[in-house]
């Protein structure tokens, strides 16, 4: 699926090549050390050592953890299709377009998975990374079959066809409802209450992974942030940026608005340029293992205005109070309320008026996941559950602001992985 950063960049290629420094381009693809790299990312390390893949063990032990979930929810076996979830619970990373390709996990017998018969070679060479990989089994189908069939079958064989079938919330209705019409003894639910309880509370693991992903798309925008300088686009910028993660050893990607179109949230396709005295902002994440980051800088090149310090000020408070109301026991709404008071009482309300989005949303194998951090949500934390902090000031027709660190619910409250960002003129001072 294509990220909203992806479609920005990518949509805005057409009107950034004539602006584009091409020598750049070809040294951060073909030549990391190129002399035509800016110094700051030039000397930029890998840091892919560092990142430890997720084992079998652990695999083994979270398709045992959805299993105890499958019977707490009544639940006699899950669905799992390509994804975030498929990639969790086995390792598989698969891309099928509409062909049917499944793992049914059931609660209390053998997993069993539906494939294309010409993709047989590659789930099975996938396999390798998934838990009981050397005896699973692999129900195929022809182009000419109807794979739902043979899912229904495996149902069957397993006395599960009248069972109740959680659905994974990704997976596309037409899979779904052609599981519905072949197995219509089959009652179909969602199968959320396994997969998000599972990869909300995260492992160790998972925390030094999230950690190092957030480490590296800091490290990045720092290096960018050296090397920018007055008349550079946003896709200058862009091509900055994925010339540092090329150095650092990661695969990332970015969002930059620059003037009024950081007002825009999510930003805007239109033709920018940095200008001393605007607003810059980048909302950037990479992929470590298959973890994200999700980390936003609002900054200015030069001087920054006295209401441009002001609202920042007023961010960077927000921020503060919505970790410090993080902690175990507390509900998701309530730390959204705490930054969003910060921000109403400052005068930039009422309610979404200015600060037009939740404070934050889970972060893990996605961006953006279970749970989230927005008004009326009564989950509560845990310890290990991570989250964007992410307040904002958004003022059609002149600025945004906000800042955005990723943090990890620990036994007595939260920590950030990443410094907060100090100032609009001096954002990364340690």
Not at 34 to 58: C, F, G, K, V
Not at 162 to 189: C, H, M, N, W, Y
Not at 365 to 385: A, C, F, I, S
């Amino acid at each position: 699926m294509i990220s909203r950063r992806r479609f920005l960049k990518a949509s805005g290629v057409a009107a950034g090549v004539a602006a584009t420094s091409q020598p750049l381009l070809a040294s951060a693809a073909e030549d990391k050390q190129d002399s035509a790299l800016p110094p700051s990312i030039a000397h930029l390390q890998s840091r892919q050592s560092e990142a430890t893949p997720i084992t079998h063990e652990e695999r083994s032990e979270r398709q045992e953890r959805a299993r105890k979930l499958m019977s707490d929810n009544a639940l006699d076996a899950i669905v799992l299709m390509e994804g975030a979830s498929l990639r969790y619970f086995t390792g598989i990373r698969w891309w099928g377009g509409e062909r049917l390709f499944a793992l049914v996990l059931p609660a209390k017998a053998a997993a069993f998975y539906v494939c294309p018969a010409f993709e047989e070679g590659r789930a099975r060479e996938q396999l390798a990374n998934a838990p009981n990989s050397e005896h699973a089994e692999v129900r195929t189908w022809q182009e000419d079959d109807n794979p739902y069939h043979v899912l229904s079958q495996g149902l069957k064989d397993r006395g599960l066809i009248s069972g109740k079938l959680g659905i994974e919330e990704t997976v596309r209705f037409i899979f779904a409802d052609g599981i519905a019409k072949a197995a219509p003894q089959a009652t179909l639910a969602s199968a959320t209450p396994v997969t998000a309880s599972c990869r909300m509370i995260k492992s160790a693991h998972e925390i030094a992974l999230l950690r190092l992903a957030n480490q590296v798309t800091l490290a990045a925008y720092e290096a960018v942030y050296h090397a920018l300088h007055e008349g550079m686009t946003q896709h200058d910028v862009g091509n900055l940026i994925d010339a540092a993660y090329q150095q650092l050893g990661f695969r990332g990607e970015a969002s930059v608005q620059v003037g009024e179109y950081t007002a825009l949230p999510h930003g805007s396709r239109a033709p920018q340029v940095i200008r001393e005295g605007t607003i810059v902002m980048i909302d950037d994440g990479c992929d470590v293992e298959g973890y994200q980051s999700d980390i936003t800088r609002t900054f200015v090149l030069g001087k920054a205005s006295d209401k441009m310090k002001k609202v920042f000020d007023i961010v960077h408070r927000a921020q503060v109070a919505a970790l410090a109301a993080a902690r175990p026991g507390v509900e998701c709404g309530a730390v959204d309320a705490a930054a969003r008071k910060v921000i109403v009482d400052a005068g930039y309300g009422p309610d979404y008026k200015y600060f037009a989005h939740r404070v934050g949303h889970g972060i893990g194998m996605d961006g953006h996941e279970w749970p989230y951090l927005v008004r009326g949500n009564t989950t509560k934390l845990q310890p290990n559950m991570t989250f964007s902090d992410e307040p904002g000031i958004y003022t059609r027709g002149e600025f945004g602001v906000r800042l955005e660190d990723d943090m990890h619910i620990t036994e007595n409250g939260a920590e950030l992985f990443t410094p907060q960002s100090p100032s609009l003129e001096d954002p990364f001072r340690a």
